[in-house]
């Protein structure tokens, strides 16, 4: 019997998995895909803080974005002041590659096209069965499966608290951007928002162009990119986009007998944005610690692996909550109330705070400041009275 099953190879997958083989467990993951990182459905922006979970190589950076504007419904363009946070786009596909590269150095088993079917756990271990009915056993398990919550259905870990869908792309663009651009109203992605954010791959000027929505993703994309402000810098052919539900909010559970659950797989993504990586990288640290403690011990059981759910909440917790808070809070909004908001965030003195205080990976102290501002929290007030 080996020690740990992992169930997804995606960056919380991955990780966990390396973190435990480093120290000393016999691991496997098992991919439902042949191969890493495909379909690749994240736009791969992350902050240099990444680094301190897992280097990474400047060779996976395809750009440095500096700048950000934020267009109102009503199409004005607001700069956004950076707190000089260094941000880079990674190319997501290549990033999975290198974490799995350094988690079979460290000696785990990785086998793709291994869709799992079927997890189940008592006293003597997990069995994870596959598609073809073949089944696999070992001590623990790892559920890292992304969106597809059909396993944690199974095991009664409930599902995440909200959802949206969202659509995106990677496209040619007649030159090179230098600028974030966050476009936001209803006629772009009701309660959510649509990006572009630009690219060089291989020499060549790209953009990766995606929103998050509550309806018809791909509708509402394929409208925003007939924009002729857009349109006019597109390629001729933009493909078909990649689409996905998008969780915005944990799991009922995430621990259960002999089995934690980590990344979006437990709902573990920024509500604010939808970010899932630095989460998912922070679970799998966390999950690989409290698991190595329990199989030293051979206390798996479900009070045993509690830790891990009180340990990551302790972290993202705050956070998580905040964030939560203002994302519903976005959803009541009309156009009219979040242009408001945005003036008001414009204005020098909120300004001086982004620059003080904004950090990409942490939004709670921010926020706070924020909705404490008079031209914030006069509409705040009326948006909670409706």
Not at 156 to 168: K, R, T
Not at 178 to 199: C, R, S
Request: charge should be positive; charged fraction near 20%; aromatic fraction near 6%.
């Amino acid at each position: 019997m080996i020690d740990v099953i992992v169930v997804g190879a995606g960056p919380a997958g991955l990780y966990s998995a390396l973190l435990l083989a480093e120290e000393g467990f016999d691991v496997t993951v098992l991919e439902e895909h042949d191969a890493l990182g495909v379909p690749t459905h994240c736009t791969g922006v992350v902050s240099d803080e990444l680094s301190s979970l897992f280097k990474i190589p400047e060779s996976l950076v395809l750009s440095r974005p500096t700048l950000c504007s934020v267009f109102t419904p009503s199409g004005r363009a607001l700069p956004v002041s950076s707190s000089g946070e260094a941000i880079a786009v990674i190319d997501r596909a290549q990033f999975d590659l290198e974490l799995g590269s350094a988690a079979q150095r460290a000696g785990v088993e990785l086998r793709t096209g291994s869709r799992v079917h079927h997890i189940s756990a008592d006293r003597r271990g997990v069995r994870v069965v596959g598609a073809d009915g073949v089944g696999l056993a070992a001590r623990a398990c790892v559920l890292a499966a992304g969106v597809n919550y059909r396993l944690q259905r199974q095991l009664g870990l409930g599902l995440p608290s909200l959802f949206l869908h969202s659509a995106q792309l990677e496209v040619d663009v007649s030159e090179a951007g230098g600028a974030v651009e966050i476009h936001l109203g209803a006629a772009v992605a009701p309660d959510g928002f649509a990006w572009t954010v630009p690219v060089l791959r291989e020499g060549r000027p790209r953009m990766k162009l995606g929103l998050m929505v509550r309806g018809d993703a791909a509708g509402y994309l394929q409208r925003f990119l007939r924009r002729p402000a857009l349109s006019s810098r597109l390629g001729p052919d933009a493909g078909a986009p990649i689409r996905r539900l998008l969780p915005l909010g944990p799991i009922a559970k995430t621990y259960a007998e002999r089995v934690l659950v980590v990344g979006d797989a437990a709902g573990l993504t920024k509500p604010t944005t939808g970010g899932g990586i630095f989460y998912s990288l922070v679970s799998a640290a966390v999950a690989a610690e409290v698991l190595a403690a329990a199989l030293g011990r051979d206390r798996l059981g479900d009070e045993d692996l509690r830790a891990y759910e009180t340990r990551w909440r302790a972290r993202l917790g705050p956070h998580l909550r905040i964030s939560t808070y203002v994302r519903r809070l976005f959803m009541k909004l009309t156009d009219a109330e979040i242009e408001t908001v945005l003036d008001a965030i414009a204005a020098d003195d909120v300004q001086g705070l982004l620059r003080r205080g904004a950090h990409f990976n942490w939004h709670g102290p921010l926020i706070r400041s924020i909705l404490r501002e008079p031209g914030v929290k006069s509409v705040v007030l009326r948006a909670l009275l409706r």
